[in-house]
């Protein structure tokens, strides 16, 4: 697959992403037992998906970008009229799903270079 076509399907992880976040929660998606694992899974597929997209590029910038990410959808769930609870645990949970996972894709490039 082209580096143009991985970056198209990291940008619909993204969007979807940021949906998912600021939709009123009584209808955003529920992936499994809670807020946080909505989150993990959520930056675990964008790490997942940035790190495919953009195989050359620093792992330690593109966690940086995902967790300024986080961030900022937690920002934006602080506006009222959103609906949405904004919780400095969830950006956490954010940054730590990301990092985690691109230290392992950091690791498996380094034990399998040809992939």
Do not use: C, Y
């Not at 953009?54 to 009229?81: K, M, N, T």
Request: hydrophobic share 65%; net charge neutral.
């Amino acid at each position: 697959m082209t580096l143009h076509a991985r970056r198209f399907v990291f940008a619909l992880v993204l969007a979807g992403t940021v949906v998912a976040a600021l939709l009123p929660g009584s209808v955003a998606p529920d992936l499994g037992d809670g807020d946080k694992v909505n989150h993990i899974i959520a930056f675990i597929t964008l790490s997942m998906a940035a790190a495919w997209a953009w195989p050359r590029a620093g792992l330690w910038r593109v966690a940086l970008w995902l967790s300024a990410f986080g961030g900022l959808i937690e920002i934006l769930q602080a506006i009222p009229f959103i609906a949405r609870d904004a919780e400095w645990r969830d950006w956490v949970a954010d940054t730590a799903a990301a990092v985690i996972t691109l230290t392992v894709v950091w690791i498996l490039r380094a034990l399998l270079p040809r992939l």
